[in-house]
Nanobody
Framework: QVQLVESGGGLVQAGGSLRLSCAAS???????MGWYRQAPGKERELVAD???????VYADSVKGRFTISRDNAKNTLYLQMNSLKPEDAAVYYC?????????????WGQGTQVTVSS
């Protein structure tokens, strides 16, 4: 059973930093992993994504401030968030895609709340 467990969210002052973690279990290889976020009343949007053998991609709004990385040994995805702004406040979701036979399986974490005070 594939499961994603997110952690690291919380309250931070504007300009501060947080590091989100997403631990994946029940899977040994993931084609891509990414972070999405959803603010109240808004659509869920891609924040950052990293695919096997590819460089990370970022939403324009977070470029230069956020860094996505993975630790393959720990099967964990990270999102380092620096210079946080109030508009970054949202629920952040970890996403994993992997190939099973010919199907792409899409897994979501439960989400972790990030709140940024002004």
């Amino acid at each position: 059973q594939v499961q994603l467990v997110e952690s690291g969210g919380g309250l931070v002052q504007a300009g501060g930093s947080l590091r989100l973690s997403c631990a994946a279990s029940g899977i040994t290889f993931m084609n891509s992993m990414g972070w999405y976020r959803q603010a109240p009343g808004k659509e869920r949007e891609l924040v950052a994504d990293i695919s096997t053998g590819r460089s990370a991609v970022y939403a324009d709004s977070v470029k230069g401030r956020f860094t996505i990385s993975r630790d393959n040994a720990k099967n964990t995805l990270y999102l380092q968030m620096n210079s946080l702004k109030p508009e970054d406040a949202a629920v952040y979701y970890c996403n994993v895609k992997y190939l099973s036979d010919t199907r792409i399986i899409n897994i979501w974490g439960q989400g972790t709340q990030v709140t940024v005070s002004s």
